[in-house]
């Protein structure tokens, strides 16, 4: 019997065959880093709660790599029951900062999550360009031409 890779192991070999390397990661997500496109990739898992002591964990966990090998971002939102809460949300609005990325890329499951965050990151005006999208390859090909 041949065992199906569910949805965040798809999502995992996906990364690998677009040449990023997988990093330590958190116990609530994934890091990568595409070294040559000088992107980094959060992923999170799914049904996980995104709190204060969460989001400070992934900006500890990320801020010497945007300083040092990645101009841009991705924040892999696509999984499974994922919340951010208010407080973790405040923090992330400032984050990647201007003198952390050029653009931050949010990959979203549909259509209607899609344009509902592109509608809040217009309210919101993030310190860097931020758009929402449903693939992975229309948020590289965004990135790389900011």
């Known amino acids: 019997m041949i065992a199906e890779l569910n ?40 049904e996980t709660v995104i709190d204060l002591e969460k989001a400070n964990a992934i900006i500890s966990a990320t801020q010497e790599l945007l300083s040092n090998h990645a101009k841009y971002a991705i924040s892999d939102s696509r999984a499974f029951g994922l919340v951010i809460n208010k407080d973790a949300n405040k923090i992330f609005k400032a984050y ?43 948020a590289r090909k965004w990135l790389l031409n900011q």
Request: glycine fraction near 4%.
């Open 7 to 46: 949805e965040p192991d798809l999502y995992h070999q996906q990364y690998l065959n677009l040449g990023f390397k997988s990093l330590k990661g958190i116990d609530f997500c994934d890091i990568y880093l595409h070294k040559a496109e000088e992107i980094l990739v959060v992923r999170y898992h799914a």
């Open 96 to 138: 990647p900062g201007k003198g952390e990325a050029i653009a931050l890329a949010i990959l979203v499951n549909n259509l209607h999550i899609r344009l509902l965050a592109n509608f809040f990151i217009k309210v919101e005006k993030p310190e860097v360009s931020t758009k929402a999208f449903n693939s992975l390859k229309a």
